[in-house]
Nanobody, 125 residues
Framework: QVQLVEFGGGSVQAGDSLRLSCAASGRTFSTYPVGWFRQAPGKEREFVAAINWSGGSTFYADSVKGRFTISRDNAKKMVYLQMNNLKPEDTAVYYC??????????????????WGQGTQVTVSS
């Protein structure tokens, strides 16, 4: 079993930065790919970024490429999402998710079987 807790969200101005953190419990966490997703009011959950188990491969949605960076520290059981140059359209609840089963696409939310409770990010113009 893996439990995930996100923190680091908040309210910022456009152009500011935030770093989201995802703290995990569970012995096998370091073997799982992890993804960040977000959901804005009235919209479907959207893929943001993912990282493989070792941190050697990362994947990003086109909308955040060049602005967001995903990383992980398996020794600390942490995954991070550094968000720079934030835009109002980045406003959403951000979730981290871990994948213990595997699947064809890191961007597909159905691949992930462990989810955190989410952290709110609000970007004002």
């Amino acid at each position: 079993q893996v439990q995930l807790v996100e923190f680091g969200g908040g309210s910022v101005q456009a152009g500011d930065s935030l770093r989201l953190s995802c703290a995990a419990s569970g012995r096998t966490f370091s073997t799982y790919p992890v993804g960040w997703f977000r959901q804005a009011p009235g919209k479907e959950r959207e893929f943001v970024a993912a990282i493989n188990w070792s941190g050697g491969s990362t994947f990003y949605a086109d909308s955040v490429k060049g602005r967001f960076t995903i990383s992980r520290d398996n020794a600390k059981k942490m995954v991070y999402l550094q968000m720079n140059n934030l835009k109002p359209e980045d406003t959403a609840v951000y979730y981290c998710a871990a994948d213990s089963v595997g699947g064809p696409s890191y961007s597909d939310y159905v691949r992930y079987d462990y989810w955190g409770q989410g952290t709110q990010v609000t970007v004002s113009s």
